[in-house]
Each structure stands twice: as structure tokens, then as C-alpha cells.
């Protein structure tokens, strides 16, 4: 997922949608990714049912906060480890997904005609 230089010109709308539909597709991945590492770990070390579990980890990854009390040490080290991971991969997949956009803005503001 190459973006062009400064030098090279700018890309029309229709591939920009095209760059931004494969960057869309690979963040989608990436949260569900995060958010299926979260119910499992949920699921298995706090004994939590499946709908919690997300509930949970959908809590954790966006920065919400725990909604249910780990009791276990292991439960509460998953929950630990599992929330220092959300919070990098929350800002980088937001990083990854707007990266594109704003390397548009800045390639229109350099643009010379």
C-alpha cells in the first residue's frame, strides 16, 4: 500500500476510493482481529459467555473501560495485557486508516499547477 510522492501526480477520485476501500478492508480485519483476541482471552480466562466477552472486549479496545471484575490473577493479567494491547492498536489502526486521507489533503496543498 504504496502512497505517491510529492513529485508524482496526484491520483484520480476513482483509484483514491479504490485505495481507500483496500485500506477499509485491511482495518475491518485488523479490529476484528483485536476483538476476536479479546472474546477469546475473555471467554477463557475470565469465564465470561460469549456475549460478554465482546461486550467486553469492544469496551477495552475503544477505550470505554472494563464492564466486568476480573477475579482470577490470570483473568486479571489477560485483561492487563489485553487492555496495553488495545490502546496501540486502537491508535495505530486509526493511524492506518486515515493515513491515506491525509496524505491527500497534503498532496493537494503542495500540488503546484
Excluded: C, W
Excluded at 488495545?86 to 499547477?113: C, M, N, Q, W, Y
Aim: glycine share 8%; charged share 15%.
Amino acid at each position: 500500500m504504496k502512497l505517491e510522492s510529492r513529485k508524482q501526480k496526484m491520483i484520480p477520485a476513482g483509484t483514491f476510493i479504490l485505495r481507500m476501500a483496500k485500506y477499509l478492508i485491511f482495518t475491518t480485519l485488523l479490529v476484528i482481529f483485536s476483538i476476536g483476541l479479546g472474546v477469546v482471552g475473555y471467554h477463557y480466562f475470565g469465564n465470561l459467555s460469549l456475549l460478554d466477552s465482546f461486550h467486553m472486549a469492544s469496551m477495552i479496545l475503544t477505550g470505554m473501560g472494563p464492564v466486568v471484575e476480573m477475579k482470577s490473577e490470570s483473568a486479571k493479567l489477560f485483561s492487563s495485557f489485553y487492555a496495553l494491547y488495545s490502546g496501540i492498536a486502537f491508535l495505530s489502526i486509526t493511524a492506518v486508516f486515515f493515513a491515506p486521507i491525509i496524505h491527500r489533503i497534503l498532496h493537494i496543498l503542495h500540488v503546484e499547477d
